[in-house]
């Protein structure tokens, strides 16, 4: 019947192996939580060095995981060793895409770099491979110029920690396929998450929302009207934010702050809240980077 055929079909699409290029923060979860969800997955990165820390940051992580989920015991090492058996590590991003259904890129938000690594890509995976990349500040159209596929192109965008943060940003450019966005979306449900259509407009709708509301409290501290404990205390205790902002920019890293806001404000030099902030470029040009290099609005042992 027309239903079978179109549920084998969908079937037939499923995403089984999954590659993910990028061994950071937001590649190491993407990698754990696909392996945990019983996908066949690969993670590359080009340093062996970044993938050995990464490899370590994903067995705590899932211990963390498997003990919310069973407690102590047998079930819980049983989830962590089955979620560790699907997951390879490689550095050759192209030997590891040959029988990938999707691509997942989370590497250095650097457009050239992307486009260089997506175009080699482009010539090695299958026809039927969806290409994603995790990008939270660059337009994912100018990323997928690099390839022949703009059709199974598109952007899937995750939240730090990926193992906690329960949404998925799909991101579909104008020519990508309703079946490219289907599939997206199916994956990221069986991944667990919750996922909104987006538009590839700057940061889609959370860091839309986000990034301004944290330049803004940094402002607020530049115009002197608060200090970023009271603020942080303020938002947590008055708007239930897990976090305060200046929390939240320490935890997501302030060069990454200062990257996105920079490159929006290239590209839309009028809207003054994408205006860079002194304060955040004087923490970041002293190597405060937040709770990765040990401060940034607050100190952190390290
Ligand atoms: N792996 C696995 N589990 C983890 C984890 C990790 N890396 N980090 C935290 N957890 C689990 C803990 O085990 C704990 O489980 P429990 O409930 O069974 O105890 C639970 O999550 C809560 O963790 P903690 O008790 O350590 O700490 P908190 O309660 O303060 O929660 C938080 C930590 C989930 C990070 C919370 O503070 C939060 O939601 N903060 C806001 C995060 C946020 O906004 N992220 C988005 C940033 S924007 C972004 O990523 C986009 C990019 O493009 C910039």
Redesign the pocket.
């Given at each position: 019947t027309r239903r079978s055929l179109a549920q084998s079909a969908a079937m037939a699409n499923a995403i089984k192996n999954v590659t993910v290029i990028g061994s950071g923060l937001?590649g190491a979860?993407i990698a754990q939580v696909a392996a945990q969800t019983g996908h066949s997955v690969t993670m590359v990165d080009i340093d062996p060095v970044a993938v050995g820390k990464a490899e370590k940051?994903i067995a705590?992580?899932?211990s963390?995981?498997a003990?919310?989920k069973f407690g102590e015991g047998d079930e819980a090492t049983k989830f962590v060793s089955e979620s560790l058996s699907r997951l390879r590590t490689s550095t050759d991003a192209v030997a590891s895409v040959e029988s990938a259904d999707l691509v997942v890129e989370a590497i250095v938000e650097n457009l050239k770099t992307k486009k260089e690594l997506f175009s080699k890509l482009d010539n090695a995976a299958p026809a039927h491979t969806i290409f994603a990349s995790n990008t939270?500040?660059i337009p994912i159209a100018k990323i997928a110029e690099a390839t022949n596929r703009l059709d199974r192109f598109g952007g899937l965008?995750?939240?730090?920690?990926?193992?906690?943060?329960k949404l998925l940003e799909v991101v579909r450019i104008p020519e990508t396929s309703s079946d490219t966005y289907d599939a997206m979306t199916a994956w990221g449900k069986a991944m667990g998450k919750v996922t909104v259509e987006c538009k590839d407009t700057p940061g889609f709708i959370?860091?839309r929302l986000?990034v301004p509301f944290m330049f803004e409290a940094v402002r607020m501290v530049e115009r002197g009207e608060a200090s970023p404990k009271d603020v942080d205390t303020a938002m947590k205790l008055g708007a239930g934010?897990?976090?305060g902002p200046f929390?939240?920019m320490d935890?997501?890293?302030l060069d990454?702050?200062k990257f996105?806001i920079d490159g929006w404000h290239k590209d839309y030099p009028d809207v003054e809240i994408f205006s860079p902030s002194p304060l955040l470029e004087k923490l970041v040009s002293e190597g405060k980077h937040g709770v990765k290099s040990g401060e940034g609005f607050y100190k952190y042992k390290k």
């Open positions: 937001m979860g940051r705590d992580s899932i963390r995981v003990k919310k939270s500040s965008h995750f939240f730090n920690p990926v193992p906690v943060m959370v860091n986000l934010h897990p976090m929390e939240l935890y997501v890293g990454t702050g996105i």
